[in-house]
């Protein structure tokens, strides 16, 4: 039997199987429970686009699920290696979905158990479209097709664009979607990339379980770039666009700002701590958009800084939220389990800021999920996210220089 033939029927067994599942409630409520139980906290990992775009093939991704354990990354918690658009080969007669066979010539899944071998797992890209993107074969039409084709590749993760979508309805293309994925069988995290046009985070949470918030992300710290019929916002425009979505996201379901641009080289050391502080006070994905194959020193000890990680990965899964701003100074607070609270001064501006912060006259309360930092009644240890140190407890005033485009983060713990 050729390996075809072998797709072929193995997709026969599982439509068959999946429909048995749909006729036998129990079964079904257990696949819909495993699929619900995915991202319980913001997904860790690699996205292809941001450094390379459409130039992906099998020699990358091999070498960068490598790079991601050597470099310690799969130690910090980044599980997904991820490939954009630009995978796609043809359609077939039936309609199957193939991998380009000049990139791709081992085929998917023999590089998905490449990446399961090491501890790893795959994502992929489609667009509910006719085409995506960069102009390959959408899924519009073949949503029940290629979630099969996916299940048999052994695929873990699914970024699902919105490009060439004419007459479509955001809503309900992602339930399309959804749908064909739960009963293809094999859980799948699903990242619907809506731009944040239709309001995603109202429906996404029963739909998928990440959504994007706004258009893409550029490598910027504080500036637009505009296309004409589009636009590309730096990583402030696109922390500031979070604001009043904080009480949509949640265990499993998460507001997505786009993938991370640190260690893409046009930021400043300052700027990717920043980027990466807020990413992790906002709850959101740290899908990593680098060459994790070569990263200086100072790059891998941004992305795999655990402290600030846990922040990001805090079981409680409350975003944070903006507590002041004035002059290009912001102070943002996030809760966090056991009592604990994360808080991050982020400036801005392109001057240094002299922080003289007293705890004690501050009443920091998170109305929206009933929280209070009451250091009044409690004395709270600070501890500095990035060099681990402490920083005395809240019983005295909070004093320190934040540099230009630079944040300090600090986590308090009874």
């Not at 091999?62 to 130690?75: H, N, V």
């Not at 158990?113 to 899924?139: E, M, N, V």
């Not at 731009?195 to 739909?207: I, L, M, Q, R, S």
């Not at 046009?266 to 060459?291: Q, S, V, Y």
């Amino acid at each position: 039997m050729t390996q075809f033939m072998k797709l072929r029927f193995f997709l026969l067994i599982t439509i068959l199987a999946s429909t048995v599942a749909f006729g036998q409630g129990n079964n079904y409520v257990q696949n819909y429970n495993k699929y619900d139980g995915l991202a319980l906290t913001p997904p860790m990992g690699w996205n292809s686009w941001n450094k390379f775009a459409c130039n992906v093939d099998e020699k990358l991704i091999k070498e960068t699920a490598d790079a991601m354990l050597s470099s310690g990354m799969k130690q910090a918690g980044y599980t997904y290696i991820n490939i954009d658009d630009c995978w796609h080969g043809d359609r077939d007669s039936s309609g199957f979905i193939h991998p380009d066979s000049k990139r791709f010539p081992s085929g998917m899944k023999a590089l998905a158990d490449y990446i399961h071998s090491k501890g790893l797992k795959l994502g992929l890209y489609s667009d509910a479209g006719s085409q995506t993107c960069g102009g390959r074969p959408g899924s519009r039409g073949f949503e029940f097709q290629d979630a099969l084709t996916y299940a048999s590749w052994g695929v873990d993760y699914l970024k699902y664009d919105w490009c060439n979508t004419e007459g479509l309805k955001a809503e309900g293309a992602y339930k399309t979607i959804t749908a064909a994925l739960r009963k293809a069988g094999r859980p799948m995290v699903l990242s619907i990339c809506e731009w944040g046009t239709d309001k995603p985070w109202v429906w996404g949470p029963a739909v998928g379980h990440l959504w994007r918030t706004s258009g893409d992300i550029f490598n910027c710290f504080d500036c637009v770039e505009d296309h004409g019929t589009w636009k590309s916002w730096g990583v402030m425009q696109i922390l500031d666009k979070q604001d009043g979505l904080r009480e949509y996201a949640g265990p499993g379901h998460w507001n997505d700002p786009d993938m991370l641009e640190i260690g893409n080289g046009k930021l400043t050391a300052g700027e990717d701590r920043a980027h990466f502080a807020m990413w992790a006070m906002l709850a959101a994905p740290l899908i990593a958009g680098n060459d994790l194959r070569n990263m200086n020193q100072e790059t891998k000890e941004i992305l795999t800084n655990k402290k600030v990680i846990s922040i990001n990965q805090d079981s409680l899964g409350i975003q944070g939220f903006r507590y002041s701003k004035a002059n290009g100074f912001e102070i943002w607070f996030k809760p966090l389990s056991n009592g604990k609270w994360a808080v991050s001064f982020l400036n801005r501006s392109s001057e240094v800021k002299k922080l003289d912060f007293d705890w004690k006259k501050e009443k920091v309360k998170d109305d929206i999920f009933n929280k209070q930092l009451n250091t009044n009644a409690v004395v709270y240890k600070i501890e500095n996210a990035w060099t681990g140190k402490s920083s005395g407890t809240t019983k005295n005033s909070l004093k320190a220089d934040v540099p230009a485009h630079d944040v300090l983060t600090l986590i308090l713990e009874q």
